[in-house]
T-cell receptor
C-alpha cells in the first residue's frame, strides 16, 4: 500500500471544526482513501472513504485534492467523544492489492472542553 | 447495530501455553481478519480469511499462529506456544463481500493477551 503522512498530534476546542490532513503523494489511480479512528481502549472504527470526489457521511466529510496527493478529514463540530487517533490509509480498489489494512501512527486528536 | 464481538476481554497465560482467542464476526460478513496492537505501538495486520482459507498473512503470522472458522459463527486465532512478546491487544475484524476492496472493516473491542 502507498505511504501516507499525517501530523503526530492536533488539538482543537470542543464544538469547533477540525481539519485533519493527510499527504499521500505516491497514491495510484486505483487507491481509495480510507479514514479510521481509534478511541481510547477500543478497536479501530471506520470513519469514511473516497476515491476522487469529496464525500460526506454522518460522522465526517472527506475533502480530496484534485491531484489526489492529499486529503483532509473534516469533523464539522468536534465533541469530547471525537478525541482519538485518526488513521489515513490507502487501499487498492483494483482487487489485486493486499487486503489487510496498514496502519501508521496516525494523528492523535486532542479536544479541549 | 450489528457488531463484532470478542471473548475473552482479557486473557492471562504463561509462556509456552496455548491460547485461543475467539471472535464472532457480523453475521452476513464473509471476510475475516486478525490484527494485533502491542501497547503503545501501531495496529498490525496478522491474517485475512475468506472462503475457509487464509487469503493473506503478514510476516508476523508465523507457524505458531493458526486461524479457524469452526462453525458458521465463530472465528478463532490460536497461538500454539505463547511468548512474552505475544502480549498485545488482539483485534478481530470482518468485512462484507463487495466487488472492490474499498469497503470498510468492522473491528471488535479486542482481547488483551498478557503472557507472563
Amino acid at each position: 500500500d502507498a505511504k501516507t503522512t499525517q501530523p503526530n498530534s492536533m488539538e482543537s476546542n470542543e464544538e469547533e471544526p477540525v481539519h485533519l490532513p493527510c499527504n499521500h503523494s505516491t497514491i495510484s489511480g486505483t487507491d481509495y482513501i480510507h479514514w479510521y479512528r481509534q478511541l481510547p481502549s477500543q478497536g479501530p472504527e471506520y470513519v469514511i472513504h473516497g476515491l476522487t470526489s469529496n464525500v460526506n457521511n454522518r460522522m465526517a466529510s472527506l475533502a480530496i485534492a484534485e491531484d489526489r496527493k492529499s486529503s483532509t478529514l473534516i469533523l464539522h463540530r468536534a465533541t469530547l467523544r471525537d478525541a482519538a487517533v485518526y488513521y489515513c490509509i490507502l487501499r487498492d480498489g483494483s482487487g489485486g492489492g493486499a487486503d489487510g489494512l496498514t496502519f501508521g501512527k496516525g494523528t492523535h486528536l486532542i479536544i479541549q472542553p | 447495530e450489528p457488531e463484532v464481538t470478542q471473548t475473552p476481554s482479557h486473557q492471562v497465560t504463561q509462556m509456552g501455553q496455548e491460547v485461543i482467542l475467539r471472535c464472532v464476526p457480523i453475521s452476513n460478513h464473509l471476510y475475516f481478519y486478525w490484527y494485533r496492537q502491542i501497547l503503545g505501538q501501531k495496529v498490525e495486520f496478522l491474517v485475512s480469511f475468506y472462503n475457509n482459507e487464509i487469503s493473506e498473512k503478514s510476516e508476523i503470522f508465523d507457524d505458531q499462529f493458526s486461524v479457524e472458522r469452526p462453525d458458521g459463527s465463530n472465528f478463532t486465532l490460536k497461538i500454539r506456544s505463547t511468548k512474552l512478546e505475544d502480549s498485545a491487544m488482539y483485534f478481530c475484524a470482518s468485512r462484507a463481500l463487495a466487488g472492490a476492496l474499498s469497503y470498510e472493516q468492522y473491528f471488535g473491542p479486542g482481547t488483551r493477551l498478557t503472557v507472563t
